[in-house]
């Protein structure tokens, strides 16, 4: 075809073939990255592992630098477009174009390039994470609001934390016993998901010696942010066992200088028939920030249990006739009242209860000290409604009703001509033709 009235057009054969070439290349490059992903995921899928940290963060900052490379190049070219196109530019307006091949081209071919290169990198690292060791140890990790609870391979157990010997493996079974919690142990690189009725494993190798932090990386509850543990891993040598906490770690009742109280379960000594039995002191009131062991006696004829509420959420499982077990925690929260109580079934409401209060922190003139992240999310906030104002005022404005200088667009619809702003050649202002008449 020629040039005529409405300008050159490529002939339908080219244009079909130019597409069917791109689709076939399309396809290919999109078929490759699917299997990739398929080849991937098998390993993404499982949760145990331990990779050298230093690997972890090698394809961590790869990532990041490809990211980073994209964004930029993405806003230079968003931010070009906008300069050159605003409403005040003389920069000139192109026809719009529906179909560019090379573009098309460009954009799926790097996108895809850069997808390989970061699924080849992390099947790499992540492939070793799939099996677990055979010469390794087992710690069973129960989560529970707010706390952690270690049972070691001879059934001893620990609160919160968690000891081992350097250069051990160690496997973690993990699982919850009310709600959805995580595992996080940053410093390994490690964040698995407590599930109750159902155990995930995970495994680190324990090597260097020193004391890590482990978090609850998934909110289970108001006290989400306290329930924080320790991982110890001490130097060969210091323990017989390459578990559990060395000699003279977990402390005998406490020393002098900490608060130690009893508390005794009786069968009898209630306030009314219908509460006959209780807890006595039936009061206690501790200070902030006191190491608290509460020994709590059992003399009853049956066996009993002792729950503390939250904030602090601590439990004794099984208190026997005639014998006592402690509870230690350090009383940080300050409370208005909460409970002391036997657990079992209807015992509390039989009068096994006793209140224990908290004071609060005070500083200055008596003022309640703040943690000052309690500002962070107002401040959030507040800049969240900046920023949403901000945009709904650029989206909402009126446009200008003039176009800057004498700008004429030009072009034809159908076949009628048509302009839009500014003065045609051969009109004066009022819109009536200037000295001449009909031809």
Same mark, same amino acid.
């Given at each position: ?19 069917h070439w791109y689709s076939h290349l399309s396809a ?23 990779? +050298?940290?230093?690997?972890?963060? &090698? *394809?961590?900052? #790869? ?5 980073? $490379?994209?964004?930029? =190049? %993405? ?20 026809? +719009?174009?529906?179909?560019?091949? &090379? *573009?098309?081209? #460009? ?5 895809? $390039?850069?997808?390989? =290169? %970061?699924?080849v990198l992390s099947l790499d690292v992540m492939s ?33 934390? %968690? ?111 219908e509460r006959p039995w209780s807890i006595t002191p ?158």
């Open positions: 075809m020629g040039k005529g009235s409405h300008g050159w057009q490529p002939s339908v054969t080219s244009v079909s073939a130019g597409r290919t490059v999109l078929g490759a990255a699917i299997l990739l992903i398929g080849l991937a995921s098998p390993v993404a899928a499982h949760a145990a592992g331990s990779v +050298p940290v230093d690997e972890w963060d &090698r *394809l961590l900052l #790869i990532v990041l630098g490809l990211g980073t $490379i994209v964004a930029i =190049v %993405v806003y230079s070219i968003l931010v070009l477009a906008l300069w050159r196109y605003r409403e005040s530019s003389d920069y000139p307006r192109k026809k +719009p174009s529906t179909h560019n091949t &090379r *573009l098309e081209v #460009i954009w799926t071919i790097i996108p895809a $390039i850069l997808v390989t =290169v %970061v699924i070793n994470t799939e099996d677990l060791p055979e010469d390794s140890i087992t710690i069973e990790v129960i989560a529970r609001q707010f706390e952690w609870r270690f049972v070691y391979p001879d059934n001893t157990t620990t609160l919160d934390e %968690v000891w081992v010997e350097e250069g051990q493996t160690v496997i973690f079974e993990i699982h919850s016993e009310d709600v959805i919690h995580a595992f996080s142990l940053p410093a390994f690189r490690l964040k698995v998901d407590a599930f109750p009725n159902y155990v995930d494993e995970a495994y680190i190798t324990a090597e260097p010696a020193g004391d890590y932090d482990i978090y609850c990386a998934e909110f289970c509850g108001d006290l989400h942010s306290s329930m924080l543990g320790t991982l110890h891993i001490y130097p060969k040598g210091t323990n017989d066992k390459p578990w559990g906490p060395p000699p003279g770690e977990i402390p005998p009742p406490p020393e002098t200088g900490e608060i130690t109280v009893d508390r005794e379960i009786r069968e009898d000594g209630g306030p009314s028939p039936s009061y206690l009131e501790l200070p902030y920030e006191a190491d608290v062991t509460l020994r709590v006696w059992n003399n009853g004829t049956m066996d009993h249990t002792f729950r503390l509420e939250a904030p602090y959420d601590r439990y004794i499982e099984n208190i026997p006739p005639g014998e006592f077990r402690y509870l230690n925690f350090t009383s940080d929260k300050p409370t208005g009242g909460i409970d002391g109580f036997c657990d079992l079934d209807g015992h509390r409401e039989r009068g096994l209860r006793t209140l224990i209060v908290v004071e609060q922190e005070r500083g200055g003139e008596g003022i309640v000290v703040e943690d000052a992240s309690d500002a962070v999310l107002p401040f959030l906030y507040g800049l969240a409604v900046l920023i949403f104002g901000v945009m709904a005022f650029f989206a909402l404005r009126t446009p200008k009703a003039e176009k800057h200088g004498d700008h004429v667009l030009e072009g034809k619809d159908g076949e009628n001509d048509y302009h839009v702003g500014g003065k045609v050649d051969g009109e004066g202002d009022d819109g009536e033709a200037e000295g001449g008449g009909a031809p």
